[in-house]
């Protein structure tokens, strides 16, 4: 029973296309994240949702689109990709039921690159 | 805001001696502290988390970390370390008040048989 699941694991790409990336939680979880792990495992957050609310968007360009169809799911697409897109991408969710940003569950990882 | 620093990058240590990873937060509120793990391709697990109370927490493979105010620290301990500990750790912090979740840049853990 996976708690956290991205699809797909690996993705390789050329310049230019547009591609993206999902996330699904088993959890009941109502807030999920994107993060973007570079090559020096610096993570960085990307987005979060809470009950399909935008509540965090850090400055990355908008090329990045995230969409939220239901609390469960959490889609990354990603336009026109560069060379610098390249990373690992987790998705993570948690619940905001005790008022507070708490213990995160991670999904696997998806390896982008971007040739 | 809050802010973490993780001081070591890297830290090599042989089998059976102990460890410490070091763990800065700065922050003007209260502020729930945790320690993750990333085991080689693998995502992020928590590994220990203080919330209140007892300012010692412990993990179940014998990992433990103290939370220290007046330092601003939440430094990760292990008396014994095994190969399988072998992984990059991370420190986060978040506000018991808004809805950031900081993490530190890491570090390396490589146990030496």
């Not at chain 1, 694991?9 to 990336?21: A, E, F």
């Not at chain 2, 420190?91 to 809805?99: I, P």
Request: with cysteine; charged share 15%; proline share 4%.
């Amino acid at each position: 029973d996976t708690a956290v699941s991205q699809t797909p694991k690996y993705l390789v790409t050329q310049m230019g296309n547009d591609k993206s990336i999902k996330c699904e939680q088993n959890l009941g979880h109502d807030t999920m994240y994107w993060y973007k792990q570079d090559s020096k495992k610096f993570l960085k957050i990307m987005f979060s949702y809470n009950n399909k609310e935008l509540i965090i968007n850090e400055t990355v360009p908008n090329r990045f689109s995230p969409k939220s169809p239901d609390k469960a799911h959490l889609n990354l697409h990603i336009n026109s990709l560069e060379l610098g897109d390249s990373a690992v991408y987790f998705c993570a969710s948690s619940s905001r039921a005790s008022g507070f940003v708490g213990e995160q569950y991670f999904g696997p990882g998806t390896r982008l690159t971007v040739t | 805001a809050q802010s973490v620093t993780q001081l070591d990058s890297q830290v090599p240590v042989f089998e059976e001696a102990p460890v410490e990873l070091r763990c800065n937060y700065s922050s003007s509120v209260s502020v729930y502290l945790f320690w993750y793990v990333q085991y080689p391709n693998q995502g992020l697990q928590l590994l220990l988390k203080y919330l209140s109370g007892s300012t010692l927490v412990e993990s179940i493979n014998g990992f433990e970390a103290e939370f220290n105010k007046s330092q601003t620290s939440f430094h990760l301990r292990k008396p014994s370390v095994h190969i399988s500990d072998t992984a990059e750790y991370f420190c986060a912090v978040s506000s018991n008040t808004g809805n950031q979740f900081y993490f530190g840049t890491g570090t390396s853990l490589t146990v030496i048989p």
